[in-house]
């Protein structure tokens, strides 16, 4: 999942609220592979069309059902965010962070994590938690990759106790570490049991 956040599953327009969700075997065969159609699609736009082919086709991720996505990347305002929230079924909802992507904002985000904390993507992602944590109840799942991994971890850290009570796990694959005062802090220390850093 944290891979598969890479793809745009019709962000902006896929919206908490609106009534509107489709499964991962639904919005790959119907969009995205009709979207891009070339053998191979560019990491950018997409994670390989060869995976988004099998999950369309596996037993265990067609019927995951995309919730919302949202996308913001502004130079104006410093950030480079996108969250994608799924309904895996008998588990409960999984927000996947995205890394990094091509622009140039992301990049200056990155090099911000090393000497400031929050960057505006990690606000955004609390606020896209606080937000899911409302609209669907239950288990609540969070993961990302590189700067996602980061934003899944300070995001845990730093929601209310309400919400990090129903977190049933939290994946961070090669994500930078966080800063010293969040790893001290009572949030950190309430979740860190359900961390699972790669």
Request: glycine share 10%.
């Amino acid at each position: 999942m944290a891979t598969v956040v890479y793809s745009n599953f019709g962000e902006n327009e896929l919206r908490f609220g609106s009534g509107r969700s489709l499964t991962i075997g639904e919005v790959i065969a119907r969009d995205l592979l009709n979207r891009y159609p070339q053998e191979e699609m560019k990491y950018a736009e997409g994670c390989g069309k060869l995976l988004l082919e099998e999950m369309a086709r596996s037993r265990r991720f067609q019927d995951i059902r995309v919730l919302d996505q949202v996308n913001d990347v502004n130079i104006r305002r410093g950030i480079q965010f996108s969250a994608t929230a799924f309904e895996i079924p008998g588990v409960g909802m999984m927000i996947g962070y995205r890394g990094t992507d091509s622009s140039l904002i992301g990049w200056k985000e990155d090099f911000m994590l090393g000497y400031e904390t929050p960057v505006p993507a990690q606000l955004a992602a609390l606020d896209y938690l606080k937000r899911a944590a409302e609209e669907i109840p239950g288990n609540l799942l969070l993961c990302g990759h590189s700067k996602g991994g980061n934003l899944a971890l300070y995001t845990a850290a730093h929601t209310d106790a309400e919400i990090q009570a129903r977190l049933q796990a939290v994946y961070s694959f090669d994500g930078p570490g966080l800063d010293d005062e969040t790893i001290e802090s009572k949030g950190y220390r309430r979740i860190r049991d359900r961390i699972h850093a790669m």
